[in-house]
């Protein structure tokens, strides 16, 4: 008879940082294995302070090659402009090409209506704009981002001879009632793992904690980072145990901290059957 399969999560703690609207799915997986959640969001999003350069460039959407999205954020903020400008879907009224840094991204740009043409192999914005290279020379491109994305794509678009039109579809902020206590209490019983999906929630997360806390965690809590640049943050803010979740999806995100604290517990036995 087959053993049955017991998770490297059952048993442990781990940290969402997103919004909880945004963690459903991941929350009943990570339960489903055992695992304890705790919901600790650690950034929200606004609208852009000025909405004319997003109404502009959506009102002549159309004119456009490409459009790109880097998040389901920024895909649900042009959805909900263009629904708030037009009283409709996005009808005809879109560019001919559509491509999206990775499969959670594409998902939400369909539902909102868009036809996804490209998804990028490897999931960043660079490897995105790599991957288009000759394909937008001359095109213009229509890149809706957060206040806060990292200027590598644009540039990126433009060396291969893009004409980029960036705008600011949200805004990244902090959110407004993040408990402190609530974040010592969580540290204070002990986190197996927390889950990163930005750079912004890195930098809020080393905010918020004290730096002694800060420093308990490096050797003992695993740090899910979703793409290469959260996993920078993380390196940056001096983190030893990073596990690299390669998109935002429910089942990359858990096999990341799966992998991890698998490969942990096969060190550690080996370690006391040796000694």
């Known amino acids: 008879m087959a053993e049955s399969f017991v998770s490297p999560l059952a048993g442990k703690t781990v940290v969402i940082t997103r919004t909880e609207a945004q963690s459903g799915k991941l929350s009943e997986e990570l339960s489903a294995r055992g695992a304890t959640v705790v919901s600790l969001p650690l950034i929200s999003f606004a609208p852009p302070n000025d909405f004319g350069p997003l109404d502009a460039a959506l009102t002549k959407l159309a004119s456009f090659d490409w459009i790109i999205f880097t998040s389901a954020n920024a895909v649900q903020a042009v959805g909900n402009r263009i629904q708030k400008l037009t009283g409709g879907s996005i009808g005809a009224a879109k560019p001919a090409h559509i491509a999206v840094v990775g499969p959670a991204t594409a998902e939400e740009a369909e539902k909102v209506g868009f036809s996804v043409e490209l998804v990028a192999s490897v999931h960043s914005g660079v490897a ?14 229509f890149l809706p981002r957060s206040d806060r ?3 590598d794509l ?3 678009l433009r060396r291969n001879g893009a004409n980029v039109t960036e705008v600011v579809a949200y805004r990244t902020v902090p959110p407004s009632d993040t408990d402190r206590k609530k974040v010592d209490d969580s540290l204070k019983a002990g986190v197996n793992g927390i889950l990163f999906f930005s750079p912004s929630a890195v930098r809020n997360f080393v905010e918020l904690v004290e730096p002694k806390q800060l420093e308990a965690l490096h050797g003992r809590t695993v740090m899910v980072a979703v793409g290469p640049i959260t996993a920078e943050a993380l390196r940056a803010a001096g983190m030893q145990r990073i596990a690299w979740a390669a998109d935002t999806t429910t089942k990359a995100v858990v096999e990341a901290l799966e992998g991890h604290l698998s490969r942990t517990k096969k060190r550690t036995t080996a370690g006391v059957q040796q000694g």
């Open 154 to 156: 644009p540039a990126a």
């Open 128 to 141: 995105l704009a790599e991957e288009l290279g000759e394909q937008v020379r001359n095109q213009k491109v």
């Open 149 to 151: 994305a990292n200027p």
